[in-house]
């Protein structure tokens, strides 16, 4: 047994691929099974995404509406709840910083926090973070805690 007579296996592998244009006596000349004239019969031609034969395509066809600012600026919401709720299971101090966000889950460290009223804080906590809501300031303040704005 040699390296030359090593063959894969029968069945293995397909059928060997089509010579096309190679002639009027192979079978496979002249158009070379692309039929006669328009697009697809010349080289070079690749289908545009959605195009449709001509035809008005669909994207184009659906009326269009709504707008999207891109100057908008989106902010990953925490409760006041929720942070009474970190500081019952201990997992923050009295300081609470975009690092005890991230590390809890509610943000992502590109992320901009915004701190909401929802939910009633009972502990004088000192709270850093993007912006917060006017509800949330005064009931953090009420508790005796402070608002830093980063």
């Not at 600026?73 to 975009?98: A, C, R, S, T």
């Amino acid at each position: 047994m040699n390296l030359s007579d090593l063959k894969p296996n029968k069945g293995s592998i397909s059928r060997p691929k089509k010579r096309l244009g190679r002639g009027q006596g192979s079978g496979k000349g002249g158009t070379a099974t692309r039929g006669h004239k328009g697009a697809k019969s010349r080289s070079g031609y690749s289908k545009k995404l959605g195009f449709e034969g001509g035809q008005m395509p669909l994207q184009r066809r659906i009326p269009k509406f709504g707008f999207k600012n891109i100057n908008r600026v989106e902010y990953q919401p925490v409760n006041l709840g929720k942070i009474q709720e970190l500081f019952d299971n201990k997992k923050i101090k009295k300081v609470v910083g975009l690092n005890s966000f991230i590390e809890n889950g509610f943000a992502n460290k590109t992320d901009l926090i915004k701190v909401l009223g929802n939910g009633k804080l009972t502990v004088p906590l000192k709270i850093s973070a993007h912006k917060f809501s006017k509800s949330a300031q005064k009931a953090i303040e009420k508790a005796g805690g402070e608002v830093i704005t980063i």
